[in-house]
């Protein structure tokens, strides 16, 4: 007979075990069974006394409970036993692309098929399904066909997730100051249009510090939000050019969208292995004869200014906020292409993500 006070003790015991064990059950992930509690159970209640069986009995319904919560696998849909699907980044259905450099993403599960897309290095997307071997998925405003074996998917994707996405503010104001300081009484870095995102490098409450074009500034929290993204798949839309456009400005812009998806590197001069932004455009103009500064802001002296409303591609646009920090090549359509930061290497964005300091004219 199992007196009061060590009936006691031993509840105490055993329910510090079920809080112990609960954390990781609850935790688990893909392989979890409702069947292994029953196990334990049954294996617990040959042991039990007639002292302990009430505790042994609340002890597995605690593992029933924690199994049925815990993360199970359901093809590469992470999903819980209770039915509720988990998100990972924003996917249900999450791939990666697992290749050095770009995955190029067709319109048909074909090699002869045309490239709607590229999705860099570790960029996330939806796998809408499966045809040979081939994936469709879904990446940004890109969906199309990517081969099989250059994507990471199910649990390895999920737990390989948190290591490259990146915490994400996107705007949700007209126009959003970015700023120099955490005050409003600094000086205004950028203004960026409602829906543009900047990689958040460290939250401060009330302000938070956020990189654009891997320079530093600050937005207020009460104008973003917030959220962990992986990179998206890139399109690959056809530029449209207006008359007057000269063949070496067209075979100009054709030779820098090239380099798309390619890495940034600080100081960096080299189209393939990394640039940063004056030694991307630096290097493209170099290639017709026209070779400038290793410097944004000396580049902003060079060819003759004009207003962006006469922008033709393969002119230059300088942004920045009390000093001219960044430059890019205009190409066509209100876009451009440059070389944004470490996260998104070289990129085609809007001509206007962020207001424009002036453009600079080359080549006529």
């Known amino acids: 007979m199992i007196s009061d006070d060590k009936r006691w003790i031993g509840m105490i015991t055993i329910g510090a075990m079920v809080t112990a064990m609960s954390v990781p059950a609850l935790a688990a992930t893909a392989g979890v069974s409702a069947g292994v509690s029953e196990k334990i159970a049954a294996k617990m209640q040959e042991e039990e006394s007639s002292g302990n069986a009430g505790v042994i009995s609340a002890l597995g319904l605690c593992i029933d409970v924690s199994a049925a919560r815990a993360t199970i696998s359901a093809g590469d849909t992470a999903v819980t036993g209770l039915g509720v699907e988990i998100e990972t980044c924003g996917y249900k259905n999450l791939g990666i692309a697992n290749v050095e450099s770009n995955l190029n993403v067709r319109e048909e599960a074909s090699e002869e ?14 796998i809408l399904g499966t045809e040979g071997e081939w994936t469709q998925i879904q990446s940004g405003e890109v969906t199309g066909y990517v081969k099989s074996e250059f994507l990471m998917t199910g649990r390895e994707a999920r737990d390989y997730a948190p290591e490259v996405s990146s915490e994400i503010a996107t705007c949700t104001t007209q126009t959003l ?7 409003t009484e600094c000086e205004i870095l950028a203004l960026m249009p409602e829906g543009e995102e900047v990689e958040v490098i460290e939250d401060q409450g009330e302000w938070l510090k956020v990189s654009v074009d891997n320079e530093e500034g600050y937005v207020s929290a009460d104008y973003v939000s917030v959220s962990n993204e992986l990179n998206k798949a890139m399109t690959m839309t056809e530029v449209q050019y207006g008359q007057g456009v000269s063949d070496v ?52 002296n060079c060819g003759r200014r004009i207003s962006a409303s006469e922008a033709q591609p393969g002119d230059l646009f300088f942004y920045g906020g009390g000093r001219i920090s960044h430059v890019a090549i205009y190409i066509g359509n209100g876009q451009i292409v440059h070389a944004s930061s470490q996260r998104t290497g070289i990129k085609i964005s809007n001509a206007y993500y962020r207001s424009p300091v002036c453009v600079v004219r080359l080549l006529n």
Not at 177 to 183: H, K
């Open 177 to 183: 100051r970015v700023r120099e300081e955490p005050n």
């Open 249 to 300: 400005k067209v075979d100009l812009v054709a030779y820098a969208c090239q380099f798309v998806g390619n890495p940034y590197v600080w100081g960096g001069t080299s189209l393939t292995h990394g640039a940063d932004c004056s030694g991307f455009t630096m290097s493209i103009f170099a290639k017709y004869g026209i070779y400038l500064p290793h410097s944004s802001a000396a580049q902003a």
């Open 113 to 126: 098929s045309e490239l709607v897309g590229k999705m860099p290095r570790d960029a996330g997307c939806e």
